[in-house]
């Protein structure tokens, strides 16, 4: 808990001055009768969450916490991490193999093998999903979804819904 | 007796049985869209928008209201239930709306929000009638200093109560701050923090991205990882029994819906500040002001019936600039504008005497649909339970689809669906090293207001920062929230000796 | 020798004949086969986001599109956000974009990679004009007043408008030059707010759009002072012009439609067809003149040399403002 603490307000303190480069590149101080420059609003409250992280990164070196759990629960963690990667996978995907399949894919893998539902619900699921996100976004809201190589099958449904 | 009649008038138009039909429809479907996370009552609107011109005029505003409305109650159903807000207006009913799910009231939840949106919106549609001519002279007088001093009593209101980590509230007030200057500079006209060159930056972090990201992923594989000792969510059942409690437990909530309702009606009215400071105000007010401000947060509620009452009473009182001055308050109410202007009716002061027919005709819906809404999600409530007693697998897997689907929906970016997954896993984090994730959403959602009106005062006043408190509003806005600032500090300190609690620092 | 010559020349005949039938034949087939997407270069609610929205309307109304046109807003970035955008959709003959000044002003001002020469035209539909405005509570009554105001304040005389680098900001740009005046320029977020806050008396004058300020000025609580037009305006007829005024101050914002660098020329033909007919449509010359709008159609290589000769005023303007460096 402790070094994850340290890392997190680490990282923060990096992320922070890094904010206040990328702030520079407007003016940062009063600019005379207008009040502040582009980059003032940006740059000084990152110097406050750097000295604010700072203060928790010290912190942690002169009063640690008198129970140190573990920051991450051991067997749980690595289903955390499988869902995070399935994840950016699936977004990955999206904007090639479309939505509906990436989306469908990823439905697929929660539901049958992370979760260890039966066939029935996994294919049930899998197949409403696509048909609801279908008539509710594109045809209701005209919102079009991604459809990567997929878009030459949408066509004649284009043509019969729209 | 003129209002009366004319609202009588009014009433004849909106209850004839076309118009009762459209506003039963108009709400069920903005109930649903404002259920999914990401969709809100701007892409109701928008989307029937065109559609109005098949129906007179006065039909077609009748069924924009209604789905206005109707996706105002639905979004705090996506509050309590998944944790997501679906609008920056629900973020606050998050607060305890899902802490109440999660310890099995979500039904409770869910009928304490519904009768507390419709006493916020009845209110305020009362005052609405009763004082809407007046009340637009007072909006113009809202120059940039008052709307900073709201929002920054707003920002005090919520912010200074909070019980957590000082510095670590610190370091995700100023994160949502910088946030929410990303994109472009509008007063210099300038690009600023385009991260890695990407266009998808130029509109600036979309507060919807931030929220489904932290609060829909995030929470996510939080519950994920917690699943294995104890389940997260308590089934939860809803029968006549517990609806009666509901009442009852609502009825001892006047003195907090009143006070939401009137917040929500006037701070709603003014342009720019809107449903989101009001929401925020309401539910600050009522835990300072309850005698067990610790228990908000964790599921009471007053802290559901707060921001709800305001909220509805808000999105009533925005309608008040933009048709008596043509100033819309929020996107959606933009496009209603919109709408107007296509039917070649004309918003501003002289809309109240020339169209009477319209304005009357408008607010009597404004009834109708708050009637329809509260009595449509009641009967809606066991559904949404039902939802919830999914096997949390499932449950997850549906969430986590819903997050990218509604994460891409407002502005069809890919670009927004990968800051989601970045915000769900940073946030996931940040909440495990218990980082407060609620200060840095007010603060994404806030920022761009503060900013914005602080350096138009400044360069409107040449550089005298001392405008803010010199202008009579503004200054007692100020003074309020400095107030609001210093009071939970003065208890703090008069309590800590007695329990002998070292300050966190 | 003339068998065959004959026989070439028929065939060639022929084929050319097959040529001229087919060329039109082909373009007036095409149509949407999907959904089009119409990108536009604003948030929701402003000026070019309602005309935007205003054109799905009567489009789906008057059925002059068979498949439904979806308004999509892209208004980072002062319009940089949809001008990149719809740079990658090279080729797609499903994507349009509504446009104004910031068309040009944007690439200008700042460099995001896009050449606006590359984007296919398709029609200009109006072009709104600019109008000075005051609180109908101040003394000013003509631009003279106006003039001698402005200096007697010294540089704190506040111009309200929706942003440095704006039409509005490029107009108040203009003014300061002509008559050797300096204001503060004070940015809100869109028209509709800076006309609130003259009538609020939180600034002293702008240089709204007619529509922005149609419904205060109705109700006399604003008032125009001069219009930046070259003639007078019809809903405005007692509004003296600049030009008249002896300043040749014109300036007006453009709302056209515009489709990705090579766009199928079948696809151009299909929406600038469209687009004339709504152009016809009763609906939208009615909202035209409400609104003061000019609405002189131009489509094809026509509407491409107005875009160049405007980016080339627009680039002057903003080398004399001081805002880029000229070229």
């Not at chain 2, 209002?3 to 009762?20: E, I, K, R, Y």
């Given at each position: ?40 609003f ?37 289903s ?8 950016l ?43 609801f ?30 | ?171 995700m ?113 009522a ?47 933009a ?40 009595l ?64 840095l959403?007010?603060?994404l ?6 900013e ?25 806005f ?28 | ?26 373009a007036s ?44 807003n892209k ?35 700042t ?5 606006i ?8 539909m ?13 003394d ?62 939180h ?56 489709a ?6 079948e696809a ?60």
């Open positions: 808990m402790v070094t994850a603490d340290r890392v997190i307000a680490a990282s923060l303190m990096v992320f922070s001055a890094y904010l206040m480069w990328h702030a520079t590149v407007l003016p940062i101080g009063w600019e005379g009768s207008s009040g502040p420059g582009g980059g003032a940006p740059f000084w409250l990152s110097l406050v969450m750097l000295l604010a992280s700072a203060g928790i990164f010290l912190r942690s070196f002169v009063s640690p916490p008198k129970d140190d759990k573990p920051f991450f629960d051991p067997e749980m963690i690595r955390v991490v499988l869902v995070c990667v399935a994840l996978v699936t977004i990955g995907a999206m904007q090639y193999l479309g939505t509906y399949v990436a989306l469908m894919g990823f439905l697929l893998w929660y539901l049958r093998i992370f979760g260890g539902h039966s066939w029935t619900l996994t294919a049930s699921i899998t197949l409403i999903t696509p048909v996100l279908f008539f509710f976004f594109e045809v209701t809201l005209k919102i079009l979804l991604p459809k990567g190589v997929t878009e030459p099958f949408f066509l004649p449904l284009y043509a019969i819904f729209f | 007796m003129d209002v009366f009649s004319l609202l009588m008038d009014g009433f004849a138009t909106s209850l004839s049985p076309l118009n009762l039909m459209i506003v039963l429809l108009g709400v069920t479907a903005g109930l649903f869209i404002g259920a999914m996370p990401g969709l809100g009552s701007v892409n109701g609107v928008a989307i029937v928008l065109p559609l109005t011109f098949i129906v007179p005029p006065s039909s077609a505003i009748i069924l924009l209201c209604a789905i206005y409305y109707g996706a105002m109650y639905g979004g705090a159903v996506s509050s309590i239930l998944l944790g997501i807000p679906g609008a920056s207006t629900a973020v606050a009913t998050t607060f305890d709306g899902r802490p109440m799910a999660q310890q099995g009231k979500a039904g409770l939840a869910l009928i304490a929000a519904a009768v507390a949106s419709f006493i916020g919106g009845t209110i305020s549609v009362v005052l609405f009638t009763v004082f809407a001519a007046p009340l637009a002279d007072l909006a113009l007088k809202f120059g940039p200093a008052e709307e900073f001093a709201l929002v920054l009593l707003a920002f005090t209101t919520f912010v200074g109560l909070g019980g957590d980590d000082v510095l670590k509230t610190i370091v007030i100023c994160l949502g701050l910088v946030l929410s200057t990303v994109g472009l500079d509008l007063i210099s006209g300038q690009p600023r923090l385009i991260f890695g060159d990407l266009p998808g930056f130029y509109s600036g972090i979309s507060f919807l991205v931030l929220a489904i990201g932290v609060y829909g992923i995030g929470e996510v594989l939080h519950t994920i990882e917690t699943s294995k000792t104890a389940p997260q969510v308590t089934p939860a059942r809803i029968t006549f029994k517990e609806l009666g409690a509901g009442f009852r437990a609502m009825n001892r909530l006047w003195r907090t819906m009143s006070v939401g309702s009137f917040l929500g009606f006037f701070v709603g009215m003014l342009p720019a500040a809107g449903a989101t400071p009001a929401s925020l105000m309401a539910y600050g007010i835990r300072s002001t309850s005698k067990k401000p610790d228990s908000f947060g964790k599921g009471n509620i007053e802290g559901v019936a707060a921001p709800e009452t305001a909220n509805n009473a808000a999105s009533t009182g925005s309608l008040l600039p933009m048709l008596t001055l043509g100033i819309p308050g929020s996107p959606t109410t496009l209603l504008l919109g709408g107007m202007v296509m039917w070649g009716l004309v918003p501003g002061p002289m809309l109240f005497i020339e169209q009477p027919d319209f304005v009357w005709g408008l607010i009597s819906s404004l009834y109708t649909a708050n009637f329809a809404a509260v449509i999600n009641l009967a809606l409530i066991p559904l949404f339970v039902w939802a919830l007693r999914m096997p949390f697998t499932v449950l997850c897997a549906i969430v986590l689809v819903l997050c990218i689907v509604g994460g891409f929906a407002p502005s069809q970016k890919m670009h927004d669906v990968w800051l989601i997954a970045g915000f769900g896993i940073a946030g996931y984090l940040l909440r495990k090293a218990d980082y407060p994730l609620a200060p959403v007010l603060a959602v806030l920022g761009p207001l503060m914005k009106s602080f350096r138009q005062t400044l360069i409107a006043e040449q550089g005298n920062v001392l405008a803010f408190v010199e202008r009579p509003l503004s200054g007692t100020i003074a309020l929230a400095v107030l609001f600032f210093l009071l939970p500090l003065a208890k703090y300190l008069r309590k800590s000796p007695k329990d002998g609690v070292a300050p966190a620092q | 020798m003339t068998v065959s010559f004959t026989r070439r020349a028929a065939l060639g005949l022929a084929s050319a004949a097959a040529m001229a039938l087919a060329m039109p034949a082909v087939d095409w149509k949407p086969q999907k959904p089009v997407e119409m990108v536009i270069m604003a948030g929701q609610g402003g000026g070019a986001d309602r005309l935007a929205r205003l054109f799905q309307s009567i489009i789906q109304k008057e059925n002059l599109s068979s498949m439904p046109i979806l308004p999509v208004g980072g970035g002062s319009g940089a956000e949809a001008l990149r955008y719809l740079k990658d959709k090279e080729g797609d003959a499903h994507t349009i974009m509504a446009t104004l000044n910031s068309y040009y002003t944007t690439p200008l001002r460099d995001i990679g896009v050449d020469e590359d984007y296919t035209p398709i029609a200009r109006a072009l709104d004009t600019f109008v000075l405005w005051v609180n109908a509570d101040s000013i009554q003509t631009l003279d007043d106006y003039v001698a105001a402005v200096k007697a304040a010294g540089g704190e005389w506040k111009m309200g408008g929706t942003g440095t680098g704006q039409e509005d900001s490029l107009v108040t740009a203009m003014l300061e030059k002509e008559f050797g005046i300096k204001h503060t320029y004070v940015p809100f977020k869109g028209g509709g707010t800076v006309a609130k806050n003259l009538v609020g008396g600034i002293d004058s702008t240089v709204n759009n007619p529509s922005e300020q149609m419904g205060f000025w109705q109700a006399g609580k604003s008032r125009p002072i001069a219009a930046f037009t070259a003639d007078r305006i019809a809903v405005f007829p007692d509004v003296p012009t600049m030009t008249e005024l002896g300043h040749e101050m014109v300036y007006t914002m453009q709302r056209s439609f515009v990705p660098p090579g766009t199928p020329p151009v033909a299909y929406y600038t067809a469209m687009f004339e007919k709504l152009a016809e449509s009763e609906e939208w010359q009615t909202y035209a003149s409400e609104k003061a709008l000019q609405t002189d159609l131009l489509t094809g290589d026509a509407l491409q040399a107005y875009f160049l000769e405007e980016r080339q005023r627009h680039n002057d303007i903003l080398t004399s403002m001081g805002e880029i460096a000229g070229s």
